[in-house]
């Protein structure tokens, strides 16, 4: 099977050369695990490489992403700037939907079902990262989520990209962790306690990703300067 980077080295080498090509991944994890970065790091490698990327982004605003992308050292502003990618300005339209009520402001989410989104893909686009895809699951009926989350998946795939589907952990817990089941492949990103050092740390584990053979151990992993940074396990450093 054909693969594309992930842009982190380290998780190519977990996943036998990256995502699989064509197909959908669900990237899930709490506030602050690093999960806008890992899809950073998969479009600007992209974008390296020449693929046509596009952002669909419904939590910050470009000016955001670019700056946050610069300070990783994964600088995607020549690549926005000559449209090889494309940043879909969700944000704005979401804080524009914001009601003035009697208790103060109440926003709203997009009135927009999951397989619309499809409608966003700029012809050509190879990458896709939707962050947060939460945005819109908790506007879905849990009886019709699946087949939405099926068919958005669906229509990723007919238009020929790569994508990684960002949703924050309260919302993939909410709906049932439905979106699990329709892709195919998923990444859990964790904040917790390592108790014999006595600190909090990031972790990495794969739950799923079909046609690939795949660890169950997490992995440690940094945010550093430099972006993300997996500290390899003692089985995959003998693997090499």
């Excluded at 602050?32 to 790091?41: C, Q």
């Excluded at 390592?194 to 169950?216: A, D």
């Amino acid at each position: 099977m054909d693969r594309v980077s992930t842009g982190i080295e380290e998780l190519d080498r977990k996943l036998i050369g990256g995502y699989p090509v064509n197909k959908v991944i669900l990237v899930t994890g709490i506030a602050g695990s690093g999960k806008t970065i890992f899809g950073i790091h998969f479009i600007h490698k992209n974008c390296l490489e020449g693929k046509k990327c596009l952002i669909i982004a419904t939590e910050e605003t470009p000016d955001d992403i670019l700056y946050q992308a610069k300070i990783l050292g994964q600088d995607l502003t020549p690549y926005y700037e000559s449209r090889q990618l494309i940043i879909e300005n969700m944000f704005e339209n979401r804080s524009e939907m914001i009601e003035q009520t009697r208790y103060g402001f109440k926003p709203e989410s997009p009135d927009i079902e999951l397989p619309n989104l499809v409608n966003l893909i700029h012809e050509g686009t190879e990458c896709l990262v939707i962050d947060n895809i939460g945005t819109f699951a908790l506007r879905v009926s849990t009886k019709k989520l699946r087949d939405q989350f099926d068919g958005l998946n669906y229509l990723v795939r007919k238009k020929g990209c790569t994508a990684l589907l960002i949703m924050d952990e309260a919302a993939h817990n909410l709906t049932h962790q439905l979106a699990e089941y329709s892709v195919y492949g998923s990444i859990r990103l964790l904040v917790k306690e390592n108790s014999y050092l006595g600190k909090m740390e990031r972790y990495l584990s794969v739950p799923k990703m079909r046609s690939t053979p795949i660890s169950p151990e997490m992995s440690v992993f940094e945010i550093t300067s430099e972006g993300i940074k997996i500290q390899e396990s003692e089985g995959e450093n003998l693997a090499k």
